[in-house]
T-cell receptor
């Protein structure tokens, strides 16, 4: 079965610093979603990547999917306290309307 | 984007009672919806696939008689936790796809169930 490994599991950064979270798949990805979650709350959609080599940015967050479509990274520039939360990567099990398998998440804390 | 709602957002119940959670696609029709469960400090795990007009398919280890799923219309799926116990306390979240374009999954806001 497909597994998504996220690293690091947790991260504490000083406000203003950059950071990167990685998501690695055991199989070729049909697509890759990034979400943010506050504890006990729903998922906030960040970005979806589908093509090898694709890169998307929104405000200070950039996500990339490698050419082989097995690894994605999420990069936050000049982190702020509002970036704190749990970041989850998720991927469809196959093409079409299928559920997502999720990584275990990366807990980000941003300290002043 | 498409909107998926869940009701209730939070529920507290006594052990042994049943709880129904609704998942609605507000501006699109969904023949398939997915139910996930998230335990504290854990990731989301797929519980079952809800199919409109037919039986749900359950993931290994999920009891179909305990977690009843009914997908009676193209915009509503319900998950009923029967005879709930404290170990069923969790965050339940559903998703659906418009099935247009890239099959993007849209998630509901989740339901936090606490069983006393």
């Amino acid at each position: 079965s497909q597994e998504l490994e996220q690293s690091p599991q947790s991260l504490i950064v000083q406000e203003g610093k950059n950071l990167t979270i990685n998501c690695t798949s055991s199989k070729t990805l049909y697509g890759l979603y990034w979400y943010k979650q506050k504890y006990g709350e729903g998922l906030i959609f960040l970005m979806m990547l589908q093509k090898g080599g694709e890169e998307k940015s929104h405000e200070k967050i950039t996500a990339k999917l490698d050419e082989k479509k097995q690894q994605s990274s999420l990069h936050i520039t000049a982190s702020q306290p509002s970036h704190a939360g749990i970041y989850l990567c998720g991927a469809p099990l196959m093409s079409g309307n299928t559920p997502l398998v999720f990584g275990k998440g990366t807990r980000l804390s941003v300290i002043a | 984007g498409a909107v998926v709602s869940q009701h209730p957002s939070r529920v507290i119940c006594k052990s042994g009672t049943s709880v129904k959670i609704e998942c609605r696609s507000l501006d699109f029709q969904a023949t398939t919806m997915f139910w996930y469960r998230q335990f504290p400090k854990k990731s989301l795990m797929l519980m079952a696939t809800s199919n409109e007009g037919s039986k749900a398919t359950y993931e290994q280890g999920v009891e179909k008689d305990k977690f009843l799923i009914n997908h009676a219309s193209l915009t509503l799926s319900t998950l009923t936790v029967t005879s709930a116990h404290p170990e069923d306390s969790s965050f339940y979240i559903c998703s659906a796809s418009t099935q247009r374009g890239n099959n993007e999954q849209f998630f509901g806001p989740g339901t936090r169930l606490t069983v006393l």
